[in-house]
Each structure stands twice: as C-alpha cells, then as structure tokens.
C-alpha cells in the first residue's frame, strides 16, 4: 500500500513543475487566488493511513489517497466498502481514530468542523437534492450565493449586475437558463440535479465531492451531467462516488477503488477493470 508523505518534501515534483497549458493542474492554479488555498505541490487533498471504527467494525481501514488539484476522480466499490465514510471524514462529519487528512498542504481537516471545512472549500452533493422546492431556480442560485454572508440582511439587497451575470452563467452551465423562474419543487430529477450542483459552485468551492450523481436519471440526463462533469474538471476537483459504471467510463481518467475500507485498486478505467480482485469483490464477471 503506498503512504503519502507528510509533510510533503518542499521540492516540487517534477511532474507539477511546468504544466502543460491544457493540464487541470496548470487551469486550476489560475482559479485559485494566492493565499486561499495552498496546492503548490499539485495536489488538493491528501488522506494518508485513515481508521475509523463503529463499534468494532473498521469502516475504513488504513486509507490512503491523493486527489491532484483539478483532478476529476471517479470511486467505485461494493456497498460498505468505505465510501460515505470516506467523505464523511473529508467533509468533518466523522473524525478519524488515526491518519492525516490535509487540504491543500496547510489545512488540516482533523482540526476542523463542518462549517468551517464547507467555507475552506469543499462541497459536498448527497445522492437526494437539497433545494429550496418553493422557490425559483434563479432564486436558489441567488440563496447559494449568499449562503454564509449574513442571508438575513442581503436576501432582500437588490443584485448587482455582476451578480446576476453570474447567475446567468450558471444557469447556461446547468442548462436551465429556460427555466430559471420555474419553482424548483417542479423540475425533473436531473434537472434538481443539476440545480444542486449549481448552488454548491455559486459558493466557489475547489474541492467538490459527489455522491451518486446519476441515481435515478434518464439516459439523456446521465449523458448531460457526464458533460457538466467534464466541462467542470480542471477548474473544480471532483471526487465522484458512483456505482452506475457506463457513466463512469464516459467520465473517468482515474478510478480508485474501494473494498472494506481500504484501496484495492487505483488507476486508468481499463487498468481496474482488468485487476482480479475487483473483478473478484465488485465487477463480478
């Protein structure tokens, strides 16, 4: 099992020294303003030799995993494998009995609450949306946007242009600019999707955690959010948990898989299918 090394060594590998112009690394660093969030060794998220326990079961067991900043990075696994548990520990909702869990090289997320850890940076969409259903999707856009910045004095302050510019941008990138005054409760179950989505990026984050995106959506919808999903990558990193495989394969560059708390495989989409013990515990082929 490889272990990550912390601190990191202040050289910086060779393979993050000189970005190609079209690396997610070299895009991500131009959206990440200097001081917010240090990624200068190329990698946005470390967990390294993560326990936990309920109550004698190990949900995760000696987990390690690096996520390269900008990186879009797909994790699979049967059911209890460690999955929620994982993002529960990233997102400060379980807090580990042992292991390194770090967000860019100074934030350490053991040290850190829910709260605190969201307005770091990191968002998390569970598998069920989360909107406001009575109101509009512009007007959830405009919440999200506000979320964590006093809401009760700005909900009603008149939006600046550039706000509402940016709301249209959204609105184009979740493809629901035709419906932004429709009341969200009435949108199809992609399209709340895609709305929830949109909220967690009004609030800017870097690091994105999803967690089966795709349950529950038509064909069309899965092909639309696979796009959503790449366009996103390189600007945003994004740790998708998902168990619906053809939509893995249409977004996957590197698939890190799961088995009883631990990663049994990691690698390109071709590498893990082929490996025998994912076969063995998850493919079953």
Known sequence: MTTWMWPPPVEIPPRHRQPAADDPVSSYSQVVKPGQLDVTHGVVLYLDNISVSFDGFKALNNLSLAIDAGELRCVIGPNGAGKTTMMDVITGKTRPDSGTAFFGQTIDLKQYSEVQIAQAGIGRKFQKPTIFEHHTVFENLE????????????LFARLTSEQRDRIAEMLKLIRLTDSEQRVA???????????????????????????EPVAG??????????????????????????????????????????????VIAEGAMEHVQNDPRVIEVYLGR
């Open 185 to 211: 409760g009435l949108l199809s179950h992609g399209q709340k999707q895609w709305l929830e989505i949109g909220m967690l990026l009004m609030q800017e984050p870097k690091l994105l955690l999803l967690d």
């Open 143 to 154: 919440l999200a946007m506000k979320a964590g910045k006093r809401v009760v004095k700005t």
């Open 217 to 262: 959506m038509s064909d069309d919808e899965t092909e639309r959010t696979a796009e959503l999903f790449l366009t996103l990558a390189g600007k945003h990193s994004l740790v998708v948990v998902e168990h619906d495989m053809a939509f893995v394969e249409k977004i996957a560059r590197k698939v890190t898989v799961l088995h009883e708390g631990s």
